[in-house]
C-alpha cells in the first residue's frame, strides 16, 4: 500500500449548488439555486451531466431541490469531513489542513503537525486562499438502486466552503446518529437546499444544503424504517462496523483528502482568483512554513522545560 495516500470512499459523480462559467476568456464559479448531479467527466462547458440528474428532476428544466439520500457510514464524522484547507492556487496542491487547533502543513523538511490559529489569525492565510472545506459522501436513492447503477459502495461527492452548510449538516448527522441509536448509514434521508439573507449578504438569499428525512416521513417512521433496514443487512452477514472501520483507517492514511489533479479542481471551483488578478499562494509560503515548524519545536523544548522539576543543585541557596 501506499504511505501518505488517503483511501476515500469511491465516488462516481459530483452534487453541486454551482457551476463554472467561461466569462472574458477565464473561468470562473457562478453560483445557483439548485442543485446538479454531474459525472466525473468535463466537457467544453463543464462537468457533464448524470443521467440521475434528469430522473429526480419533476419536470424537465424544472429546479432540483431535493436529493433522496442515504449516509455511506454510521459515524457521522466519516460521512463529513471538514477542514479548513489551503491550496496553491497555480497547481492545486494541497499545503495545509488544519481544525482549529492542530494542522498537517507540507514543508520543505517534510510533513508536520504545528498550531492552527484558523484563517483568521494564520499568517500564511491571508488572502482568502484559506477556507473552511466541507466533503459529504452520499449514496443517492433513484433509478432502482441507492445509486443508480448498482453500486451500493459507490457515492456521490458535495464539497463545499459554505459555513452555513458546513454547520448544518454536521449538526443533522450528528442528531440523526444520535436519535437513530446509531444507524445513520439506513435512515432514508434526503439533501435539501434552503435560503436565507444576512447583513453580509445585503439582504439578498445565499443557499446553503441541509439534511432532512426524505419528504412525506416522520422522524419516527424514518427510524422505524432504518431498524428494518439495519436488520435485514445483519441477517445477510453485511458488516457496517467493519464498513466504518475500513474507512476511518482509509483517511488516516494521508495527510490531505486530495490530490494535485482533485486540488486543483476545488481551486477553480471555489478559490477564484481575485479582480485584480490571481495572487497565487502567499509569498514565500514554504520558507514561511519551514520557519513556523522551528519556531513550534523550539516553543516545545522551552515549554518542556519549564514544566520539569527543578533539582536541588537548582534550588538557590538561602540569603
Not at 99 to 104: A, D, M
Not at 310 to 316: D, H, K, S, W
Request: proline content about 7%; aromatic content about 6%; glycine content about 10%.
Amino acid at each position: 500500500m501506499l504511505k501518505g495516500l488517503a483511501l476515500t470512499p469511491p465516488v462516481i459523480g459530483r452534487i453541486a449548488i454551482g457551476k463554472v462559467v467561461v466569462k472574458d476568456g477565464r473561468r470562473l464559479p457562478e453560483k445557483d439555486d439548485g442543485f446538479t448531479v454531474t459525472s466525473q467527466v468535463q466537457g467544453r462547458d463543464g462537468w457533464i451531466t448524470h443521467p440521475l440528474d434528469e430522473t429526480l428532476r419533476k419536470a424537465p428544466g424544472a429546479k432540483l431541490r431535493q436529493i433522496p439520500v442515504r449516509m455511506l457510514f454510521d459515524a457521522p464524522d466519516l460521512n463529513l469531513r471538514a477542514n479548513y484547507s489551503l491550496f496553491d492556487r497555480k497547481t492545486g496542491r494541497p499545503l495545509c489542513a488544519g481544525n482549529g487547533e492542530t494542522c498537517r502543513r507540507s514543508t520543505p523538511s517534510g510533513m508536520q503537525t504545528l498550531p492552527c490559529p484558523a484563517p483568521e489569525g494564520c499568517e500564511l492565510a491571508r488572502g482568502g486562499v484559506c477556507k473552511p472545506c466541507g466533503r459529504l459522501n452520499v449514496r443517492i436513492a433513484g433509478a432502482g438502486a441507492e445509486t443508480g447503477n448498482g453500486d451500493e459502495l459507490g457515492s456521490f461527492l458535495f464539497r463545499t466552503t459554505g459555513f452555513n452548510s458546513i454547520r448544518t449538516l454536521s449538526a443533522r448527522l450528528n442528531y440523526f446518529n444520535a436519535v437513530s441509536g446509531g444507524l445513520l448509514s439506513t435512515l432514508p434521508l434526503e439533501l435539501r437546499l434552503r435560503g436565507k439573507s444576512t447583513t453580509q449578504s445585503h439582504r439578498a438569499p445565499i443557499y446553503y444544503v441541509d439534511l432532512t428525512v426524505r419528504e412525506g416521513m416522520s422522524l419516527v417512521e424514518a427510524v422505524n424504517a432504518a431498524r428494518t433496514e439495519h436488520d435485514a443487512r445483519k441477517a445477510s452477514g453485511f458488516d457496517q462496523a467493519a464498513l466504518d472501520d475500513a474507512a476511518r483507517q482509509g483517511f488516516a492514511q494521508g495527510a490531505f483528502e486530495e490530490s494535485e489533479e482533485e486540488g486543483a479542481a476545488v481551486v477553480e471551483e471555489f478559490f477564484p482568483p481575485e479582480s485584480g488578478g490571481d495572487p497565487g499562494p502567499p509569498a514565500g509560503l514554504e520558507r514561511k512554513a519551514d520557519l513556523a515548524g522551528k519556531l513550534a519545536h523550539k516553543l516545545t523544548v522551552v515549554r518542556r522545560a519549564e514544566a520539569a522539576p527543578v533539582t536541588a543543585a537548582e534550588t538557590p541557596a538561602n540569603p
